[in-house]
Each structure stands twice: as C-alpha cells, then as structure tokens.
C-alpha cells in the first residue's frame, strides 16, 4: 500500500510528539485525507496542529463512542495509526493506563480489522524492563517483565495480540528514546536534550543522575537514542509494508551514553561542557533502565535500508533549527 493523496488516514494522539511529526510527513508526502483525535487540553500541545493539513479532528472520547455507537459515521480508512495513550512512565494510576492503553486500544484495533483498515499502532521499549531478557523483537514476549504500570500496559496489548493471532495483520512498533521538534508541551517527560537545553540557557550546564550500580560510571548510562524524523521514517515504511506484521523495534541499534548526548548538546551550542552529576531519586532508583538498544535486523530484513541521523547530525538539528526558535515541524 502505498500512502499517498488518495488514502484516508486515522492518526489518534495527532496533536502529540510523534504523532504530529508522522503527519507533518504524510503532509510531505500529498496526504491530507487525514482525521486526528487527541486530548487537547490548557498546555500548548495544539501548537504542533497549526501548521499541519487534514480534514478533522476529534476528541479523543468522541472517537472512541463513534466506535461503539455509530461506527458507520466515521467512514472508511485505509490506514489506522494508533498513538495516542498516556506515555508518562512516573505515572501510578495503573487502573487509568488499563482504560487509556489498553482497552483503548484494544477497541481500536478490534474495529480497524473489522473494516479493513491497515492498523499501526505505538507499544513501547518500556515493555523490554530492565533488559535482562533481552531486547529482541523476535523473543517470546511472555518473557518480559516490564519496571512500571506503562510498560505493563503496553506489554498486556501486546500479549492480548498474541493470544488472538492479531500479530498475522497488525503492527506494533517498539519505539525507543525518541527526541525531537514539537515535544515541547510534554512537561517532564520531553527527552533530555530539550530539557538540557533549557538548563544550558539558564545556568551554563547540564544536570545528569550519578549512577546507582557499580557497572555503570557516572554519566555512562546507555540508551537508543533515536530522531523523531528516522521514528517517523520507520512507521510509514511498516505500514506500507503489507508484508509487516507483528512487534518491531524503531530504533538505531546503537546505544549512545548521557555524556554522550550532552557534549553533542554543548557542541551544537558551541560551547564548553560543563556537566553536574545529581543524585537520582529513590523513587525512581529500583526501575530505571542503566541500557537500551534496539535489536532491528526484523526491520531490516522487511526492506528497510535507511541510515538514521547520527546523534551528533540530529541534536545539531533540533538545536540549531527549531530549538532556538521554538518552531514547529511545518513552520515556514
């Protein structure tokens, strides 16, 4: 399938980080034949709409009840993207993450189906947990044991998907540290390199946690670290891909240190790293992720060729073109 200006597309969490980028290429690409559904609520997520070309949008509960009630009154799609859901990993009401990421979804996926929608939707690197099972998108996801109630509500989709077969003809995308333009309203859960900016501006330096195991020194704590642009890249070419089906890593395949991330950060500011190492909190101490890195040789091998930004390239980028400005993607 081939998504361009004729195809109708459902994009929920349309208005947040990645789903306003995923349609900001779309938008690139001729499409505008597209519904959005979100939450807005008072902070400044709609921000990332205003440049952005599609036909409506809907609240996030409206959607959902035409689902139920009138399913006929949303018409026919030919691809369902599924982003939206709450993506905090501090968040502890795990009884709201069960109604908003997983049956939520659940709903969404069931009704795609039914009308012949390709259905593309968000799990999470969060599932992996600690990662000492691995990080492979071919494992046995019954495996995994994720750190908090995000991650499990994401793995108990992914397992309901399992146990139905639904993996012969969905997709589910495994996204790891993504980081980029138009994560601005996302509070305290924007990546770092937009929070690191900001503490550059302010004080002249980056604040990053000790380390807590004795493997790992100060600062070198390992994540994926992977542009919006190439996360974007990966779920277009999946849900073209009619072949794709089942769980995927979007990832680089390379795990990058913090220090890492902050001397690129100094680098594109042109400036001298002055970094400060802070305790990290107990709360957070017991579930933290010391390494993760995407295993995509299952993407790979669907055709998907492209080199990805390098650290460096990319953070240059978000710095130097939209950053410094505040713009958004699709800002002339």
Request: aromatic share 12%; glycine share 8%.
């Amino acid at each position: 399938m081939q998504l361009d200006k004729s195809k109708r597309v459902l994009v929920t969490g349309g208005a947040g980080f990645i789903g306003s980028a995923l349609v900001h290429a779309l938008n690139e690409r001729g499409v505008d034949r597209i519904v959005l559904t979100d939450v807005l609520g008072e902070d400044a997520k709609w921000r990332n709409l205003a440049p952005l070309q599609f036909e409506e949008y809907l609240d996030a509960d409206q959607l959902l009840a035409a689902i139920h009630e009138t399913p006929a009154s949303l018409g026919h799609f030919d691809c369902v993207f599924h982003l939206g859901a709450c993506s905090a990993t501090t968040e502890t009401d795990a009884g709201y993450l069960m109604e908003n990421n997983y049956r939520y979804t659940r709903s969404l996926a069931e009704w795609a189906m039914e009308t012949g929608a390709r259905f593309v939707y968000a799990s999470s690197a969060a599932t992996y947990g600690d990662g000492s099972r691995g990080m492979e998108d071919t494992a046995d996801i019954r495996q995994l044991r994720p750190l908090n109630a995000y991650g499990y509500s994401k793995q108990l989709f992914d397992l309901m998907a399992l146990r139905n077969g639904w993996f012969d003809q969905i997709v589910g995308l495994k996204y790891f540290n993504v980081y980029g333009p138009n994560e601005y309203h996302k509070g305290e859960m924007r990546s770092l390199v937009c929070k690191a900016y900001e503490q550059v501006q302010a004080t002249g330096k980056i604040k990053l946690f000790k380390s807590h195991r004795p493997e790992y020194r100060d600062g070198e704590q390992m994540r994926d670290f992977v542009y919006v642009r190439d996360a974007v890249g990966v779920t277009l070419h999946l849900a073209e891909n009619e072949q794709a089906a089942g769980l995927y890593n979007v990832g680089t395949g390379v795990a990058r240190t913090w220090l890492d991330l902050a001397h690129a950060l100094f680098h594109a500011l042109d400036r001298t790293p002055d970094i400060e190492f802070i305790d990290m909190p107990e709360s957070i101490r017991d579930h933290y992720q010391y390494y993760t890195c995407a295993q995509i040789d299952r993407l790979r091998a669907t055709g998907y060729d492209r080199s990805n930004y390098t650290l460096e390239a990319a953070i240059r980028e978000y710095v130097q073109d939209f950053l410094r400005s505040g713009s958004h993607l699709g800002d002339a």
